[in-house]
C-alpha cells in the first residue's frame, strides 16, 4: 500500500512531509536547500520557448522573465483571476497543480514508490471556495486529496504529537508568506505522560480547535512589499529615477528585499547592493544602501498593528483569559523576525515554545494526518476536532443575511432550517448561500445560489422549505432544499467563485499530464542534443590526434556526416538527431576499428599477423603437448629479517 504524504502548500513556499519510523521526514525538494531550507519557492514559470518552470529553478528566472512568472498565487485561489504567461491563460488551480505535480514527483523520487493520495493543509481562515479551489488543484495535479486539514491544526499536531503531557490549552501563530491564522486549542492525551509514538500506546490523543480567526491577506509578503517600497523611495531620492514602473528592476528589489528582512532576523544590519539597476542618459545606475532593524521594525509596524485583531478574536471566541494559555507555537518563515516574537509574547505574557522548526512544522504535521488516516498509529488513537473558520448562512427577505452555522463549529457537522416563501402564490425560491459575519447580505462573501421550483401554490408563509447545510472534514459545504409538501429537492456543493466545473478539472487535468509529457519530450530532446555535441567533439579530436592514419575517403565520409549532424543538431527533429549521430557514430566505430587494427599489425614481426605458429613449440614444450605443469617451490626462512 502506497503512502499517504502530508503537502503545506504555502503563499512564499511549498513542502511535503511522510511518516517513517514514527516521525514526520521533510522529502527534500529535487533542487536541495534553497533559502526556504527544504521547502522549494511556490513560484511557476514559462519560459519564452514553452518550457515549464517550478519552483528553485522558476525564482532564478524571474528577473528576466517577469512576464512568465507566477508567485504568491495562493492569494487568488477561489478566485475568478486569471494569468498570461506569455499568451496562454492559466488558473490559479492550475498553477498550484504545476507546484502539486512537482511535489509529486520529487515525493516519489524520494520514496521509491508512486505517490497517489494527499493531505493539503490550508489557512484556517480560508473560505469554502478557497478550499474547494485547492481540492481542485489536487484533481488537475492528478492526486487523490484524501483531506484538507487547517495550518495551525497541522502545526499542533506536529508539536504535540511527542510533547504532549496531561491538557493544555495552546495558541498557533500562524503568520506565513501570504496569511495569518491565530488558533486557540485545546490538546490532551488520556492517561497522563507525554504523548510519544512509542510511550502512548493505548492512549487517545485529542486535538480539539476551540476558535479560529485570521487575515487571508496579511503575510510575509506584505512586508517585503513595505520594504521594496522603502527601498525604491530611497533610490529614487538619491538618483531622482523611479524604478517601480520596471519590473525587471522591481523583481530585483524584492528578492533584495526579502534577503535583507531574513538576515535582519538576526543580525542588526545590512547592506543592499544592486549594481546596474537601471540607466539614464549619463550611464548605469547603482543601488546601494544600508538598512536596520529598527528602520525594518518602523516600517512593518503598521502591519504588526493589523495583527492584534485576530489575536484578540480568537481569544474573545475560545472565551479564555491569556493566563489560561499554556504555551504558543509559532508557525511560518516570518515569526523568525525578534519584532513578531515580541509581539507575540508581549500580548500573552509568555515566552514562545521553542523545539519546533516553523518552516516545517505545517508540512510535518500534515504528514502526521495522513499517517493516521492511513492506518499507521494502529497502536494508538489520535481525535482530531476541528472548526468551520466563518459564519455559514443564506440570504432572506429585505437582504438580510441569516446565520444556519455559526463560526467555530466543530466539523464535520449539519443543520437544517425551516424558511417559508415570501410571496402569495410563490412556486420558486432562490436560495442564496453566504459565508461571513456581517449582517446584510450584501457585505458577505457570496458562495452560490440555486433555484428550487415546482412550489404548490399558496399563501405566503404557509410552504414549508427545509434548507440543509451539510459540512464535511475538508470543510467543504453542501447545501439542499426540498419542499416539505411535495418532496422536491435541489442541491449544490459549493465550487467556489471560479466556477470550475467537473468538466474543466478533467480538462486541465489532461492539459497537466501533456504539459509533463511535453517536458519529458523537451528534456530527452535537450539531453540528444548535448550527446550530439559530445559526439561531435570526440570525433574531431579523434580525426586530429589519428593525423595521416585515416584515409582521405575515410575522413571525407566523416567530415560529410559530422556537417550533417551539426545541420540538425540546434533542430527540434528529435529522431533526425538521432539519426545523423547513430551515423556519425558508425563512421567513427569503423576508424578505430582501422586504427587498432594498424596497431596489432605494426606490434607483430615482420608486420605480420601477432599468432603462435601452431608448427612451432611454445614454452619449450614438444609440439601436440599442451600440459600444465605446476610449479614447484621451497620457503626459505630469513634470518634476521629486520635487516
Known amino acids: 500500500m502506497s503512502k499517504i504524504i502530508g503537502i503545506d502548500l504555502g503563499t512564499s513556499n511549498s513542502a511535503a512531509a511522510v511518516l517513517e519510523g514514527a516521525k514526520p521526514t521533510i522529502i527534500p525538494s529535487a533542487e536541495g536547500a534553497t533559502v526556504a531550507g527544504k521547502a522549494f519557492p511556490s513560484v511557476v514559470a514559462v519560459t519564452k520557448d514553452g518550457q515549464m518552470l517550478v519552483g528553485e529553478p522558476a525564482r532564478r528566472q524571474a528577473v528576466t522573465n517577469p512576464e512568465g512568472t507566477v508567485a504568491a498565487v495562493k492569494r487568488k485561489m477561489g478566485t475568478k483571476e486569471k494569468f498570461t504567461l506569455h499568451g496562454k491563460e492559466y488558473t490559479p488551480e492550475q498553477i498550484s497543480a504545476f507546484i502539486l505535480q512537482k511535489i509529486k514527483k520529487d515525493a516519489e523520487s524520494f520514496l521509491g514508490q508512486p505517490v497517489a493520495k494527499v493531505v493539503i493543509t490550508v489557512p484556517a481562515y480560508f473560505d469554502d471556495a478557497q478550499r474547494q479551489a485547492t481540492k481542485n488543484a489536487g484533481e488537475i495535479a492528478g492526486l487523490d486529496v484524501v483531506r484538507i486539514i487547517n495550518e495551525p491544526t497541522a502545526a499542533a499536531m506536529a508539536y504535540g504529537l511527542d510533547k504532549l503531557s496531561g491538557e493544555q490549552n495552546i495558541l498557533v501563530f500562524d503568520l506565513g508568506g501570504g496569511t495569518l491564522d491565530v488558533t486557540v486549542m ?256 450584501a457585505d458577505n462573501k457570496s458562495l452560490g445560489r440555486f433555484i428550487l421550483d415546482g412550489i404548490m401554490p399558496a399563501p405566503r408563509g404557509v410552504p414549508k422549505i427545509d434548507v440543509s447545510f451539510d459540512i464535511d472534514a475538508n470543510g467543504i459545504l453542501t447545501v439542499k432544499a426540498s419542499d416539505q409538501a411535495t418532496g422536491k429537492s435541489q442541491h449544490i456543493t459549493i465550487q467556489g467563485s471560479s466556477n470550475l466545473s467537473k468538466e474543466e478539472i478533467e480538462r486541465m487535468k489532461k492539459e497537466a499530464e501533456a504539459n509533463a509529457a511535453e517536458d519529458r519530450a523537451k528534456r530527452e530532446l535537450i539531453e540528444t542534443r548535448n550527446q550530439a555535441d559530445q559526439v561531435i567533439a ?106
Open 186 to 441: 485545546n490538546i490532551s492525551a488520556d492517561g497522563g505522560g507525554p504523548a510519544s509514538a512509542e510511550a502512548s500506546v493505548g492512549k487517545q490523543a485529542t486535538f480539539e480547535v476551540i476558535s479560529t480567526s485570521g487575515d487571508t491577506k496579511l503575510g510575509g509578503t506584505d512586508m517585503d512589499k513595505a520594504i521594496m517600497d522603502f527601498i525604491v523611495s530611497e533610490f529614487k531620492s538619491q538618483s531622482g529615477i523611479d524604478v517601480s514602473s520596471d519590473a525587471q528592476a522591481l523583481n530585483r528589489v524584492r528578492e533584495a528585499a526579502e534577503k535583507a528582512k531574513i538576515e535582519l532576523s538576526t543580525v542588526l544590519e545590512t547592506d543592499i547592493n544592486l549594481p546596474f539597476i537601471t540607466a539614464d542618459q549619463n550611464g548605469p545606475k547603482h543601488l546601494q544602501l544600508k538598512i536596520t532593524r529598527t528602520k525594518l521594525e518602523e516600517k512593518v509596524k503598521p502591519l504588526i498593528d493589523r495583527m492584534r485583531g485576530p489575536v484578540e478574536q480568537a481569544l474573545r471566541d475560545s472565551k479564555l483569559s491569556v493566563n489560561e494559555i499554556s504555551k504558543i507555537i509559532l508557525v511560518g518563515g516570518p515569526t523568525r523576525m525578534p519584532v513578531i516574537q515580541k509581539f507575540v509574547e508581549d500580548y500573552i505574557g509568555k515566552k514562545v515554545e521553542r523545539g519546533i522548526d516553523p518552516m516545517e512544522a505545517v508540512a510535518q504535521g500534515a504528514a502526521v494526518q495522513a499517517a493516521i488516516l492511513g492506518g499507521e498509529f494502529k497502536d494508538r488513537s489520535v481525535l482530531l476536532l476541528d472548526v468551520t473558520p466563518l459564519t455559514l448562512g443564506v440570504e432572506t427577505l429585505g437582504g438580510v443575511s441569516t446565520p444556519q452555522i455559526e463560526r467555530n463549529t466543530t466539523i464535520p457537522t449539519s443543520k437544517t432550517m425551516t424558511f417559508s416563501t415570501a410571496a402569495d402564490s410563490q412556486t420558486s425560491v432562490d436560495i442564496h448561500v453566504l459565508q461571513g459575519e456581517r449582517p446584510m447580505a
Open 538 to 643: 570526440i570525433t574531431e579530436r579523434t580525426l586530429k590526434d589519428a593525423g595521416e592514419k585515416v584515409s582521405e575517403e575515410q575522413k571525407k565520409a566523416v567530415e560529410e556526416k559530422v556537417s550533417a549532424l551539426k545541420a540538425v543538431k540546434d533542430g527540434n527533429d528529435l529522431q533526425a538527431i538521432k539519426t545523423a549521430m547513430d551515423a556519425l557514430s558508425g563512421e567513427i566505430q569503423k576508424i578505430g576499428e582501422g586504427l587498432y587494427s594498424q596497431n596489432t599489425q605494426a606490434s607483430a614481426p615482420d608486420g605480420g599477423q601477432a599468432t603462435p605458429n601452431p608448427q612451432e613449440p611454445q614454452n619449450d614444450q614438444p609440439a601436440g603437448e599442451n600440459k600444465t605443469v605446476d610449479a614447484e617451490y621451497q620457503e626459505v626462512k630469513q634470518e634476521n629479517p629486520g635487516k
